[in-house]
């Protein structure tokens, strides 16, 4: 079992930034990714940006030159979002892919942003 504690969100007006950070607990298996993913209500979880263990990454096309995926360490990762949009108001999900292919997420953490 994987356990991913989200931290960083929160309000903020058009414009700003916000920094996500995910850290999975230990569990045994190693992870080939880690992603963050946002759902606002009546909607489907979508995809925003994923990162694999050798550092290749992903991202949705309408955060793409404003958001930045990276990895402190194998169980770390972080959501640097820029230039934040109203649209961008969701709740983020971690989400952590180990050796099996099975995948694990987090509690979810509130991202606001103001017009």
């Known amino acids: 079992q994987v356990q991913l504690v989200e931290s960083g969100g929160g309000l903020v007006q058009a414009g700003g930034s916000l920094r996500l950070s995910c850290t999975a607990s230990e569990s045994g298996f190693s992870i080939n990714a880690m992603g963050w993913y946002r759902q606002v209500p009546g909607k489907q979880r979508e995809l925003v940006a994923t990162?694999?263990?050798?550092?290749?990454t992903t991202y949705k096309d309408s955060v793409k030159g404003r958001f930045t995926i990276s990895r402190a360490n194998a169980s770390t990762v972080y959501l640097q979002m820029n230039s934040l949009k109203p649209e961008d108001t969701a709740v983020y999900y971690c989400?952590?892919?180990?050796?099996?292919?099975?995948?694990?997420w987090g509690q979810g953490t509130q991202v606001t942003v103001s017009s």
């Open positions: 989400k952590s892919t180990v050796s099996l292919g099975i995948a694990y």
């Open positions: 990162i694999t263990s050798g550092g290749s």
